[in-house]
């Protein structure tokens, strides 16, 4: 089985922390996001994907050229101008010709996909559409579906008033190869507003698949905060990491001082340095090559990689682009911070 990722979208909504990084490469906790989805196969034995670029194609290409660093085979189809969901997905039909797996790459879950191909086979559908509950319908596509779970409507971004349902598409797909052939080829196409509603207009099935525990769209700044907190409360498990007991993970080459006050859940990356009296936590994440200077303080905050925090800097609540410097005695709270760009959250 092969697997496809859309991952050509703007990040319109993450940025700052997209100005220089497409989307999908965003680290949680410090690993992109694309590479531990992309990993996560290989436990359910695919090893074969197919990467739909655009914006940043070239970041996606050099971070996972062939995938023989990642022990797979990855192939790049890159778009000049956005496709949109349905013809980047139409763009990619001459590498499957078996049952494959569609995944939006902003998407942080910890659903079981082998249940769900087992499932999209149960139900003989030609697609099946993990859904997942949300408190905001609006934001996303929502779904109807009839008593034997499958979809009746499609109604993406509704307007509050328009909403029907709380089960929203959660950017994970089951295709048969078949149903490629209903995406007209050569011009901008939507998944959702287009092929969704098309493929039930002329009898093809589309079940919901509705097992989705831990779900979360990362493509705001809030959320992508959010998902960091999930983690590390132990509501979203990633591969590697155990966040249960409030632990403290220290990467190789960390040099922490004797006095610094670490309150775990923590996260440190590698050949970071953590001067006298800092405090660190609870719910702190840093990245790779990180300099924090006496006496400052990082609380519910993610920074990334080749970041320095002068001494007596505060952050809470924050998250911190690459290369990044925090002035001295500075405090940011609920702020995005990126070089060139920074803007208050609303959390
Ligand atoms: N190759 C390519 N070309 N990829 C694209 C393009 C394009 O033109 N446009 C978007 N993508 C990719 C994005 O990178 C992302 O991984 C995925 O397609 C979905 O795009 P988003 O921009 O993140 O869409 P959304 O979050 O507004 O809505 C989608 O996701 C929701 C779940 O998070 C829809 O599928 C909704 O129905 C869904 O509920
Ligand atoms: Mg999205």
Redesign the pocket.
């Given at each position: 089985m092969k697997a496809l990722?859309?991952?050509?979208?703007?990040?319109t909504?993450l940025r700052p922390l997209t100005n220089k990084i497409?989307?999908?490469m965003v680290p949680i906790m410090g690993k992109p996001l694309l590479e531990r989805s992309i990993l996560n196969l290989k436990n359910i034995g695919i090893n074969e994907v197919v990467l739909?670029?655009?914006?940043r194609a070239q970041h996606i290409q050099k971070h996972f050229g062939d995938g023989q660093r990642f022990g797979m085979r990855i192939y790049h189809?890159r778009?000049d101008i956005?496709?949109?969901?349905g013809?980047?997905i139409k763009?990619t039909e001459k590498y499957f010709d078996d049952t494959f797996l569609i995944?939006?790459?902003?998407?942080l879950s910890d659903i079981n996909l082998k249940e769900l191909v087992e499932y999209h086979k149960k139900k003989a559908a030609d697609v099946t559409i993990a859904v997942t509950q949300v408190d905001n319908p609006s934001?996303?596509?929502?779904i109807e579906y009839d008593e034997n779970d499958y979809a009746v409507s499609?109604r993406?971004?509704p307007q509050p008033e328009e909403v029907t349902s709380n089960f929203?598409?959660?950017?994970v797909y089951v295709f048969e190869p078949k149903v490629l052939k209903e995406i007209p080829g050569g011009r901008?196409v939507s998944?959702?507003r287009e092929v969704f509603p098309k493929l039930l207009e002329k009898g093809y099935k589309i079940a919901v698949y509705k097992g989705c525990s831990y779900w979360i769209?990362i493509?705001t700044p809030e959320k992508y905060l959010q998902a960091h907190m999930d983690i590390m409360a132990g509501k979203c498990r990633i591969s590697g990491l155990d966040f249960s007991d409030k632990g403290v993970y220290r990467g190789p080459g960390s040099s922490i001082h004797g006095s610094v006050k670490i309150q775990g859940p923590v996260y440190i990356g590698a050949n970071v340095k953590i001067e006298e009296n800092a405090i660190i936590g609870p719910n702190a994440i840093i990245g790779n090559n990180v300099h924090v200077g006496q006496g400052a303080k990082i609380i519910g905050s993610v920074i990334w990689d080749d970041v320095v925090v002068e001494s007596g800097a505060k952050l809470v609540n924050t998250i911190v682009a690459s290369n990044c410097r925090i002035k001295q005695g500075c405090e940011h709270y609920r702020t995005v911070y990126a070089e060139e760009d920074s803007r208050l959250m609303a959390i």
């Open positions: 990722f859309l991952v050509g979208g703007m990040g909504r497409p989307k999908p739909s670029t655009c914006y189809v778009e956005p496709l949109g969901t013809g980047a763009n995944f939006n790459s902003d998407i934001m996303y596509g929502v499609f993406e971004k929203v598409n959660a950017g901008v998944v959702e769209d493509g």
